[in-house]
């Protein structure tokens, strides 16, 4: 949100420099993210000058340009190359200086010392689009000849300049959403300020308002609120006799500081008040209100209706709409209809001022997907006893700038007034919440400058009355968060104690060992990747493996790429790797910790909500070089293999043996290639290529190579293994290589773990080191190469142990997988 430091200054009896400003705003809790200085010329018109053109001749190399020698009020005089046809001696221009920074055709242009055909040139005479103060391009601005040269065009032209802090606002900041409700929190603050304790309090100071004593004669609204809990307060107020034109000058530069664009007189008036004030207000034709009545009220169907923007909406049931006796005329606190508004032809005007209930706002707002200054404030919660003076307010400026007559008293309907909220703040209670005893009489002054009524007082506490402007204040924790907010977190003084207690952490340590893992991936290579939740529901149809049915669908997403929760993080991984790679990054290792949602219908009529779970995962994503391209390292890509290490890895550091695990071929659709590791018969990790028909959805080019883990899982049946360290080896260990020929089912997990189970004590490392299924072996039936490692820890092996161990192992090979011993 933008705040105009000049408009703000209007408010603020005593009011620090800008930089200052934007420190104690951001320390009370409205953050400035950025000062920009504003102009109302583009650029501020720095370094441009008035002149006197004192000489004007041909130039010999062209003819349509002049040599002119300029006054510029300094001693040197400028040889300036113009090619304004308009431009004479004796006239009083306007120079940009060289240096000076003008846009041109949209590009910024900096004048510097140049020649041009020949001749020198030490400046530019300007029109006046290339100042930014017209449309005009039929020659050089010629001012009045009383004007003195060396004059600043700034001042000449007036132009207005402006500091606009651009703010972070909360969404529990709704009292924060104008300039009258920063300037309260800032005369809060700078009250509490040593320097202005015992000085005379900064305060607010109130806007114009109009007391509407003088009525006349004219045409009369009635109002009409059908849905009062969508509408608790309805007001009102009629004008005759306007003149809808252009706003003045100083109306428009407000505007235009905070980014609106003023549109017309009556429009921007309002446009103004919600700025200032934080009410919305809105500006009916209201000849065009058929009936002389404004009616609040939902219809019972489905409507067409066609707002400002033109654009045909359908309005269902649950929209609350502001209507004539004939028709709808615009969205209740979002947007107005295409024939609600004020034109140049407008001489009578209905002024609506309302309340409307936030939930119903924030509602319609996003089903139609409209986000308009109104529905910002709607939807936060706006000030319900503000309609009224609003529209006084309107009635001063309209008075002033529109010459407008009020003819009607103000139209307030409301029907069940709002009880103030009273709230005891307990002195026990703030001191131990904030940490240190504040001085009391510093608390009666930040609740006064923040409105906050005091009705009572005792040793104990005060009994307070809230302002209907603090819609988020309604405990005593809250008015004690605004005591400390204003007071300044950064005024509290640490204590030196320490209060600890012992406390016990349930094993595993599921961040230690998340941390773990994490830790060991970066250190590989990998960059760790966090996508959002919410994901595209299109991403879910027609697939087997994560059912459309199964998704948890947002009710009132923001957009239909965000309208679900995702079941998997493999469709985020991709479209990182798609990011990158539109952005020329090819060799991806990205890993991602997550979870995953699940809605799982039980079939059943008693229980047609279904089930809703979630789950922990951990995504791996390998993609392109598998090193990082060097004169010395061969250019190999990443494969199966390589992800397959990292799995095993994994695994291993949860404690877990790898040969506890069941390997299975994974046929979901999704790889092209596909393993399953089960762990009591259930999925721990599915690894493999993914299929190219998926990729192409993401239009990735190379091969993706992906792996799932079931975290929560995995956590569930992680072993707790010490870390201990023992002395090296002191006896040798001995290789021996086996040439197996099996048929094609049998793999290496198998004949690994039939190894360790045979030779339990000598067996200390089995290893592949070939895979041969040419023409040369039968049919159906493939070669392994393999390794095995034996080792005794007492003593060193006889040729005798360790061929007794090798017979061992053949025989069971032989007898248990049909190997045949090449």
């Not at 009132?556 to 990182?576: A, C, F, H, I, W």
Request: some cysteine; charged content about 25%.
């Amino acid at each position: 949100m933008k705040i105009s430091y000049n408009w703000l200054k209007e408010y603020v009896s005593d009011i620090p420099e800008p930089d200052r400003v934007a420190e104690l705003l951001t320390g009370c809790g409205l953050e400035v993210e950025s000062m920009e200085s504003w102009a109302s010329v583009k650029g501020g018109l720095d370094g441009v000058v008035i002149g006197e053109v004192l000489t004007c001749i041909k130039h010999p190399n062209s003819d349509h340009l002049s040599l002119t020698t300029v006054n510029i009020g300094s001693e040197k005089i400028l040889k300036i190359v113009c090619g304004a046809s308009n431009i004479t001696s004796g006239q009083k221009v306007v120079i940009a200086t060289i240096g000076t920074r003008l846009i041109l055709n949209e590009k910024e242009v900096i004048i510097q010392r140049t020649k041009i055909r020949g001749e020198l040139s030490e400046g530019m005479i300007c029109a006046e689009d290339e100042l930014g103060l017209g449309s005009s391009h039929s020659g050089i601005i010629v001012l009045d000849s009383s004007v003195i040269p060396g004059t600043l065009a700034k001042d000449y032209f007036k132009v207005a300049e402006d500091i606009v802090f651009e703010i972070g606002l909360t969404p529990n900041r709704s009292d924060a959403t104008s300039h009258i409700g920063v300037a309260r929190d800032l005369i809060a603050v700078l009250n509490c300020l040593p320097e202005h304790r015992n000085s005379i309090p900064v305060f607010l100071k109130s806007p114009d308002i109009s007391d509407i004593k003088d009525i006349k004669s004219g045409q009369r609204i009635s109002v009409e609120i059908e849905d009062t809990v969508a509408c608790p307060r309805y007001s009102g107020l009629t004008f005759t006799g306007i003149t809808v034109k252009e706003s003045p000058s100083w109306l428009k530069n407000r505007l235009n500081s905070v980014g609106l664009r003023p549109i017309n007189n009556i429009v921007d008036i309002t446009n103004f008040i919600l700025m200032e004030m934080g009410q919305p207000l809105h500006a009916f034709d209201a000849d065009q209100i058929k009936g002389s009545k404004v009616i609040v009220k939902k219809y019972p169907g489905s409507k067409k209706f066609i707002t400002l923007d033109e654009v045909e909406r359908e309005i269902t049931p649950q929209d609350l709409m502001i209507s004539n006796e004939e028709e709808p005329m615009c969205i209740a606190g979002v947007f107005g209809g295409i024939n609600s508004g004020v034109s140049h032809a407008t001489k009578t005007v209905f002024l609506e001022s309302a309340f409307f209930q936030p939930a119903h706002i924030r509602k319609t707002a996003r089903y139609h997907g409209l986000q308009t200054d109104a529905s910002f404030r709607y939807e936060r919660g706006a000030d319900v006893n503000i309609t009224v003076f609003a529209l006084r307010r309107a009635a001063f400026l309209i008075k002033e700038i529109a010459g407008g007559e009020v003819s009607s008293n103000i139209v307030d309907v409301y029907p069940n007034p709002d009880e103030p909220i009273l709230v005891s703040l307990s002195f026990q209670h703030l001191d131990r919440l904030v940490g240190k005893i504040l001085d009391r009489e510093i608390i009666n002054k930040i609740l006064s400058s923040l409105g906050i009524s005091v009705l009572s007082t005792s040793e104990e506490g005060l009994n307070l009355e809230i302002p209907s402007y603090k819609i988020e204040v309604t405990r005593e924790a809250d008015v004690i968060e605004e005591i400390l907010r204003i007071y300044g977190y950064n005024n509290i003084e640490f204590s030196s104690t320490l209060h600890s207690s012992i406390s016990f952490s349930p094993k595993p340590d599921v961040e230690k060992v998340k941390n773990g893992i994490s830790d060991y991936l970066c250190a590989n290579g990998f960059s760790e990747i966090m996508n959002n939740s919410l994901t595209r529901s299109i991403y879910y149809e027609d697939n087997t493996i994560y059912p459309i049915s199964q998704n948890v669908r947002i009710l009132n997403p923001l957009s239909k790429e965000l309208d679900v929760m995702r079941q998997t993080m493999l469709y985020g991984g991709l479209e990182t790797l798609a990011y990158n790679q539109n952005r020329k990054v090819y060799d991806c290792k990205l890993f991602e910790f997550g979870t995953c949602y699940f809605f799982k219908p039980d079939g059943g009529e008693k229980k047609p909500l279904g089930k809703y779970g979630e789950e922990n995962h951990l995504a791996i994503f390998m993609t392109g070089r598998a090193r990082k391209e060097n004169w010395n390292v061969q250019n190999e890509n990443v494969d199966i293999y390589d992800l397959k290490g990292f799995v095993n890895s994994i695994i291993d550091q949860t404690g877990i043996p790898v040969s506890f695990l069941e390997t299975i071929l994974d046929n979901s659709g999704i790889f092209v290639q596909g393993l399953k590791l089960c762990l009591k018969g259930v999925t721990l990790v599915r690894l493999g290529v993914l299929s190219p028909q998926l990729l192409r959805k993401f239009d990735l080019r190379q091969d993706v190579f992906y792996a799932d883990f079931d975290w929560s899982f995995l956590l569930r049946n992680m072993i707790m293994v010490e870390r201990s360290v023992k002395e090296l080896a002191k006896f040798p260990e001995v290789r021996r290589d086996l040439a197996l020929e099996v048929n094609c089912t049998i793999s290496y997990a198998e004949i690994e773990k039939l190894a360790f189970a045979t030779e339990k004590k000598l067996l200390k490392e089995v290893g592949l080191f070939d895979v041969y299924d040419g023409d040369k072996i039968e049919a159906g039936k493939k070669s392994y190469a393999l390794y095995f490692i034996l080792q005794d820890d007492q003593k060193t092996l006889t040729d005798e142990e360790i061929d007794k161990a090798m017979k061992r192992l053949i025989q069971v090979f032989c007898e248990r997988i049909n190997a045949r011993i090449r």
